[in-house]
């Protein structure tokens, strides 16, 4: 019992720290200097030097996913409606979440690691001393980074996902084209994509609140940087996953 106690008093202690952080990095967005330079350094770094690992990977979703549904669709006589499913689960589910979790894996990883070895080598102490705000500097850039990268990001992979199922539907499956483009461009609509995008941009929010404040907590040398890092991961990984089934029951009647 007293081992229950005192794992419900930590969790709600990591909780309160983390709301704390929460809304220090709320007060540090809107507060002067404004340091567009590292937004745009993070912009280059989680933007552009992401989109071949994103094209390669909705590409590969996009064509796995019409490969599966031609050969279901088939004994239907209803295979046409592949690029429709395709195109409607890639803008509503796939896109924003297969997205992120590989901005997790390329970004938020490294957001925590780089953080969290300026903790342990004191260079945050450092910075405190200059009267520099460690969040202002640090965190809020690859916040508001995040946030634009994330949607632009996802819409890239909405449009090679498709490109990749028309490859697997007509090019290999034999699907008639015009069929295949017309029940596509019919049955996805503008909220579809939007509501993706929107998507994105909080789970963009929430990977790099959470990923850049396990950075802040790193402590003990390598090893705790490694643990941070690990941490941030999977929480983060955890956290989008729940977001987007929130998200999504919110958004059911938008897209019924």
Partial sequence: MIAIVQWVTRGLEELGRFVLYWVGTLRSTVRRPFRYWLIL?????????????????SLAIGMIFALQMVSL????????????????????????????LMLIAKNGSAMSAEIGTMNVTE???????????????LAVPRIIAAVIVFPVLTLLANVIGVVGSYII???VMQVES????????????????????IKAAVMGYIVALIC???GFKAENGA??????????????????????????????????
């Fill in 41 to 57: 350094e993070q912009l280059e770094s989680m933007g552009v030097k992401s989109v071949p690992i994103i094209a390669l990977s």
């Fill in 73 to 100: 669709l088939q004994p239907f006589q209803a295979e046409v409606i592949t690029g429709m499913a395709v195109a409607i689960s890639m803008a509503r589910e796939l896109a924003p979440v297969v997205t992120t």
């Fill in 123 to 137: 260079q945050i102490d450092a910075m405190e001393t200059m009267s520099v705000d460690p969040v202002h500097y």
């Fill in 169 to 171: 539907g007509v090019w």
């Fill in 178 to 197: 015009a069929a295949y483009l017309d029940q596509l461009f019919t049955g996805l609509l503008p909220i579809d994509i939007i509501s993706g995008l």
């Fill in 212 to 214: 850049t404040y396990h």
């Fill in 223 to 256: 090893h705790g940087v490694g643990n941070s890092s690990t941490t941030a991961v999977v929480s983060s990984s955890v956290a989008i996953l729940v977001a987007d089934y929130i998200m999504a029951a919110l958004m059911m009647e938008w897209w019924f």
